[in-house]
């Protein structure tokens, strides 16, 4: 959802890795406390990544609700094919309790990735009670109704305008202000073409009644017109937004 955060690199830099992990997007599920981990490789491992806090240059928190983090590592060496991961956080902070989604790890020069499924909590009041774990490389086992669940929600509270309004990811650069603008922009485009085709509907023969709903053809035909005018005003509207903070990450 925001620029790629560069970790601290070793010495030669001849090899790149990008982790993504992804934080649920249940209310609390995203932590402020300080989250490290480790990739264990069939050759090599990292040794402890201190994962951060803060995006560099931003007041938005790393690993908030329905965050997707991105990780730019770049090692000495190939670590061979991933055989798991170790992630923990310090429990510090006003709401440590952190609800994991998954971890990808990705070679971007053998173009390989792994993914290590999470869905549970990091809290020592939630679940379990543990705040690290270690995931190891198993066949991955889809839970349909859980992967669906999470794509709607995930689609809803990114490109719903109105949901998004109060619950967009926290690094997602089209910001509640821009979000909120768009919203009230359709509003008032639709009051008025609204006004426009007003009493001009004229004397309709034809009345249509579903159950206490009256309207007429002619009625009908105003709507779509007045769709047509507005829908795209306001897709180039947000369209500029979205674009504008693209330019933000470049």
Request: aromatic share 10%; glycine share 8%; hydrophobic share 40%.
């Amino acid at each position: 959802n925001g620029l790629p955060v560069q970790l601290p690199a070793t010495s030669s830099n001849s090899h790149e890795y990008q982790i993504v992990i992804t934080t649920g997007v249940w209310r609390n599920s995203g932590t402020t406390a300080k989250v490290a981990m480790e990739i264990y490789g069939a050759d090599h491992s990292t040794g402890i990544l201190q994962l951060g806090l803060l995006e560099p240059g931003a007041d938005n928190l790393l690993f908030s609700r329905g965050n997707t983090d991105v990780f730019v590592l770049k090692v000495d060496k190939p670590l061979g094919a991933i055989q798991g991961v170790r992630v923990g956080h310090d429990n510090t902070g006003e709401n440590p309790s952190w609800f994991l989604e998954e971890i990808v790890v990705l070679d971007k020069e053998f173009n390989q990735s792994w993914t290590f499924s999470s869905s549970q909590w990091l809290a020592l009041e939630r679940g379990d009670g543990r705040i690290e774990r270690l995931f190891e490389l198993t066949p991955k086992r889809v839970d349909f109704n859980q992967e669906v669940l999470k794509r709607w929600w995930k689609g809803l509270t990114e490109t719903h305008l109105w949901v998004s309004v109060v619950a967009k990811p926290g690094r997602n650069r089209f910001t509640r202000v821009q979000r909120a603008s768009c919203c009230l922009s359709v509003l008032l485009t639709a009051m008025l073409t609204n006004a426009m085709f007003y009493k001009l509907d004229g004397e309709s023969v034809q009345v249509i009644q579903i159950g206490p709903l009256k309207f007429s053809w002619r009625q009908v035909v105003i709507g779509i017109e007045s769709a047509l005018i507005v829908a795209p005003i306001n897709i180039l509207i947000v369209f500029l937004f979205q674009k504008g903070a693209e330019k933000i990450r470049e």
